[in-house]
Nanobody
C-alpha cells in the first residue's frame, strides 16, 4: 500500500497560479502512473491530469489543457501539478492518486476506479 500526502492548496484570484505537490511512500513509486482528480461541492470526482510511470507521457482533461502541467520526480517519489491562469470553476478539492496498473502503457486514465490509493485532498479556491 502506498501513502500519499498533498500540499500546496490555497486561495488565489482568477488568473493566478498555484502548485500542488504530492509525496508518496510505500510501494515502488516509479512503476505506476500518477493522477490528479478534483471534486467540487455537489459534483462527482473528475479526472484532471495523469503522468505515466516513466514520466514521458502526460494526459489532461480538456478543461485544463494548456493551463495545467503535471510532472513527476521518481527519485524523490513526488508528483506535482502546476496550475496557471486559474478560473473560478477550478475551485475544488484536488486529490492525487496512484494507478493500480503497474507499468501501464495505455492512455486511459479518466476512471477513478483505475486508481487504488488516494491522498487526503488539498483545497483550491479561485475567487473571481
Amino acid at each position: 500500500q502506498v501513502q500519499l500526502v498533498e500540499s500546496g492548496g490555497g486561495l488565489v484570484q482568477a488568473g493566478g497560479s498555484l502548485r500542488l505537490s504530492c509525496a508518496a511512500s510505500g510501494r515502488t513509486f516509479s512503476s505506476y502512473a500518477m493522477g490528479w482528480f478534483r471534486q467540487a461541492p455537489g459534483k462527482e470526482r473528475e479526472f484532471v491530469a495523469a503522468v505515466n510511470w516513466s514520466g514521458r507521457n502526460t494526459y489532461y482533461a480538456d478543461s485544463v489543457k494548456g493551463r495545467f502541467t503535471i510532472s513527476r520526480d521518481n527519485a524523490k517519489n513526488t508528483v506535482s501539478l502546476q496550475m496557471n491562469n486559474l478560473k473560478p470553476e477550478d475551485t475544488a478539492v484536488y486529490y492525487c492518486a496512484v494507478d493500480r496498473r503497474p507499468l501501464y502503457s495505455g492512455s486511459n486514465y479518466v476512471r477513478a476506479t483505475d486508481f487504488g490509493s488516494w491522498g487526503q485532498g488539498a483545497q483550491v479556491t479561485v475567487s473571481s
